[in-house]
């Protein structure tokens, strides 16, 4: 490629804004720039640029140093240039000065201007100037983005180093259907119930694909509050809102090169819905409050606890998208529908809190294990991760017992009863689930306080899905 096509290539999609108040220096720009450059605003003087700075972009900045007819001390530049830079520090901010405005511009250099041009200018002189200040802002935004990205990254809680546990029928499916998709670029729906392991087989796609080494970055469209939906996700830039105090990537840019785990996809708004679809098909986010789409490569791993059936109402989920990101469905069976994992499952879990807490191993005594496998599970793996946590901080003996699992209680004849669960003396516990799960919150409401995570996290849920049951019980 010759220098002159590198240049019109590199300004192709450039921003500049020229700000002066001589209409006549406005057109000279543009007819001078428009040959080489996307787009190029002008702001007549101070005319509305307040708002503007608030919601644009620019690469360069052409700044008179003098917007009063009259002035020659380059005031308004400098306040102007102060501005410029507090809106957007990566973007380049040249001035323009008269001839004998030398020193000002010297000195509006050692504020943070990246150069400036003498007016009359030479219109090759003006090109090469603005060629440069966007190259420079391009290299600011991408030193800007890699920071942010690695910001974004820090914040995704690490990985537990988490190894899948089964031999269940149904588990060994999902180990098959996992190794078969992971190497692919396939989008993947896990489905089931909170607590199955949904979270542990996106990361486990994730480890056994060809993008193992990029980032894998998870959002919980069930934790998220509704009206921060979209700058998590897309990203904003600085002023989109109130308080977007500077340029956020979001988390799908953090996961490009990775992949980009959507837990409780049935929450997502139907107009955010549409969004994600496009950056799906195009893989090319642009930020709220941004006008310049970003490229990434992303491969979306989502979750949800709700059934497909109601995925495919089209007044709940669009269509369109249900179609992107299910090119392959995986199901992950209650953890009462796999009784013959639980053992193991156990086993796992006594060793990682031994190791934890740096405890003896303990082993379950027959009842307890029997106990383990006769349990409900409505929390699932989660529910008895807990369960087995609990036991290994607060169980006294060398073996556990069933009285060290309080909560876990089976309302059949024989096994330990948890006194919230248990019906009162000769009274058979009805069969009404639901209102065994509003009392059991309750409880835990009660016992942690109204502590939502504690409360959660005793029983064996993630904040979004106690919030949910809460507004399901009118708790
Ligand atoms: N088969 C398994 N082997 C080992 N650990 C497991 C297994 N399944 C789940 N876990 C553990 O149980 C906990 C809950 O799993 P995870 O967060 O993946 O569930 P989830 O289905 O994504 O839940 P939610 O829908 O509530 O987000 C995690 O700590 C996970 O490591």
Do not use: C
């Not at 269940?168 to 992971?182: D, L, S, T």
């Not at 109130?242 to 490009?256: E, K, L, M, Q």
């Not at 990434?296 to 995925?311: C, F, W």
């Not at 106990?371 to 087995?388: D, F, M, Q, T």
């Amino acid at each position: 490629m010759s220098d002159t096509n590198a240049l019109n290539n590199a300004l192709n999609d450039a921003r500049i804004l020229v700000i002066d108040d001589d209409p006549d220096i406005l057109t000279a720009a543009r007819l001078v720039l428009r040959r080489h450059v996307g787009t190029i605003d002008i702001a007549r003087a101070a005319e509305g640029l307040a708002d503007r700075l608030k919601t644009e972009r620019w690469d360069v900045v052409l700044l008179d140093m003098n917007l009063t007819q009259g002035k020659t001390d380059g005031a308004d530049g400098f306040a102007w240039l102060e501005r410029l830079r507090a809106a957007d520090p990566a973007a380049s901010v040249v001035l323009m000065t008269a001839f004998g405005g030398v020193a000002v511009a010297v000195e509006a250099m050692k504020r943070g201007a990246s150069d400036f041009v003498l007016k009359p200018w030479a219109n090759e002189r003006l090109v090469a100037t603005v060629m440069a200040g966007v190259s420079l802002a391009r290299s600011r935004r991408e030193a800007d983005d890699l920071r942010l990205r690695h910001q974004a990254l820090s914040a995704t809680p690490a990985v537990d180093g988490a190894t899948i546990v089964g031999a269940a029928p149904a588990m060994r499916r999902v180990f098959e259907v996992i190794g078969r998709a992971a190497p692919t670029n396939a989008n993947v729906l896990v489905l089931g119930e909170s607590g199955t392991g949904k979270e542990l087989v996106a990361r486990e796609i994730h480890r056994l694909s060809a993008r193992a080494n990029g980032p894998f970055v998870s959002i919980d469209l069930g934790a998220v509050s509704e009206n921060l939906f979209e700058s998590e996700l897309f990203g904003h830039r600085k002023g989109a809102f109130t308080d977007a105090r500077d340029d956020r990537p979001g988390r799908i840019v953090a996961a490009s090169g990775g992949t980009l785990f959507l837990d409780e996809i049935g929450n997502l708004p139907l107009y955010l819905q549409r969004k994600l679809l496009t950056v799906l098909e195009r893989q090319e986010v642009v930020p709220v409050g941004g006008d310049r789409p970003v490229s990434v490569d992303i491969r979306v791993v989502s979750a949800t606890n709700v059934p497909t059936a109601e995925l495919q109402r089209e007044q709940v989920f669009r269509q369109d998208l249900l179609y992107r990101i299910n090119t392959v469905e995986l199901t992950l069976s209650p953890l009462r529908d796999r009784r013959e994992d639980i053992a193991a499952l156990a086993e796992h879990f006594i060793a990682i809190y031994a190791r934890k807490y740096n405890v003896a191993r303990r082993r379950l005594s027959g009842e307890a294990l029997a106990l383990l496998e006769s349990y409900r599970w409505p929390g699932n793996v989660r529910e008895l991760k807990h369960a087995i946590e609990r036991a290994t901080i607060l169980a006294a003996g060398d073996r556990f017992e069933p009285g060290d699992f309080p909560a876990v209680t089976v309302p059949t004849a024989g096994a330990a009863a948890s006194p919230a669960a248990a019906a009162s003396p000769g009274e058979a516990e009805p069969y009404d689930l639901d209102a065994i799960e509003r009392r059991t919150i309750a409880r835990a409401l009660a016992d942690h306080t109204g502590n939502i995570s504690r409360a959660a996290s005793a029983l064996g849920l993630t904040r979004a899905a106690l919030y949910r049951r809460m507004e399901k019980h009118g708790l």
